[in-house]
């Protein structure tokens, strides 16, 4: 299997280390515009070829299972994503997919006429093993009849773009990043309730944006990104809707919470979604009232949340069984993730079908 990454830079990185762990051997090229970024990647790696822009790493002949990453900022990830699959081969595309839903449409297009895999890393927390409990607990049935679930990521100071990667400004101007918190989070967000609860549809029915000001912003740069997000959501499912009070933030003057908690009518289930080492927390009635036990953990994998990207496409691309967001799927993930600014901006409510080929309803 050859891999083919457009950027060099942390992100690239990942994808190499993530491919030790992956049976059978993997070849990887990788292309940047810029040749610091390029000699930088050579010196970690040597054996890599390198080249000077997608292009041409990508002018040789294609095999049934390449797959090109596409490791660039968002601003960047339509051209080479369109390139890839002119050359015939997957994609894997970081996370947002795009930088509007034209532009995913596009990508979806482009991979169904080349008749090939459309994936996204944002499944960065699909697999991890408190997750994977969260999901046998729900299949058990021992919560009931679902009824509502809080989901709230809210941290004071983690700003990309600031306290996170200060380095990479291009986070705080929407021209490149495409948005702030939500877009640089959603997209995990969405990918993991998704896969938790499978919905049909998913309906937008109210959101708002903010940036809380702090004495840390900058005044060098472009910042008119978000830091902070919430909505109410609707997963519409085959088992009944299920109401979520969702809520997401890098800058916040509120306590920091890393909770989700989902409550039915015989239990309730909680965990921190993107903290594995947390403990999954079961509360049932037995009697004299609730009672909170630590629910039997998954068994841990060799994987962290940087491999699951590369694994589970590679697992899509030679037909295994696979938790990778694909498509049509990947495409709807991210039409909900815009449609929340959307609904933040006209206050109207918002629909996205999961699975529907030919329905495209929110702009």
């Not at 600031?162 to 967000?189: C, T």
């Not at 993930?333 to 030919?358: C, H, K, M, N, W």
Request: glycine share 8%.
């Amino acid at each position: 299997m050859r891999v083919y990454l457009v950027g060099a830079g942390v992100i690239a990185r990942t994808h190499v280390e993530a491919a030790a762990k992956l049976d059978g051997p993997i070849e990887f090229r990788v292309a940047d515009v810029s040749p610091a970024m390029l000699a930088a990647f050579g010196e970690a790696y040597p054996d890599i070829p390198r080249y000077p822009d997608a292009a041409s790493m990508l002018a040789e002949p294609a095999r049934e299972d390449d797959i090109v990453i596409v490791a660039t900022p968002p601003f960047a990830h339509l051209e080479p994503t369109l390139q890839a699959f002119a050359s015939g081969r997957h994609v894997l595309c970081e996370k947002p997919l795009a930088m509007s839903t034209d532009e995913a449409e596009r990508m979806l297009d482009a991979a169904e006429a080349a008749g090939r895999l459309l994936g996204c890393c944002s499944v960065r927390f699909r697999g991890l093993p408190h997750t994977e409990t969260v999901k046998r607990v729900l299949n058990s049935g021992v919560l009931g009849e679902l009824t509502h679930l809080s989901w709230v990521n809210k941290w004071a100071r983690s700003r990309s773009g600031i306290e996170y990667q200060p380095a990479s400004r291009w986070f705080l101007d929407r021209s490149k990043s495409g948005g702030g918190v939500l877009m640089d989070w959603g997209p995990y967000d969405l990918a993991t309730l998704t896969d938790l609860f499978a919905p049909d549809q998913i309906s937008v029915t109210a959101a708002t944006t903010s940036r809380p000001v702090t004495s840390a912003d900058p005044s060098d740069t472009v910042f008119d990104v978000e830091t902070a997000a919430a909505a109410s959501l609707v997963l519409h499912r085959a088992a009944g809707d299920l109401l979520v009070d969702f809520q997401r933030a890098s800058g916040t003057h509120g306590e920091e919470i890393f909770r989700a908690e989902l409550e039915g009518t015989r239990g309730s289930v909680r965990w921190a979604p993107f903290d594995s080492e947390a403990d999954v927390i079961l509360r049932t009635d037995e009697g004299d009232g609730p009672v909170e036990r630590v629910a039997d953990p998954e068994p841990r994998a060799p994987f962290t949340i940087f491999d699951y990207p590369l694994k589970h496409f590679v697992d899509a691309v030679r037909g295994r069984p696979s938790r990778a967001l694909l498509g049509r799927e990947a495409v709807d993930a991210f039409r909900t993730v815009r449609a929340l600014y959307e609904v933040a901006a006209t206050g109207e409510p918002a629909s996205i079908p999961f699975g529907d080929q030919t329905t495209r309803t929110v702009a």
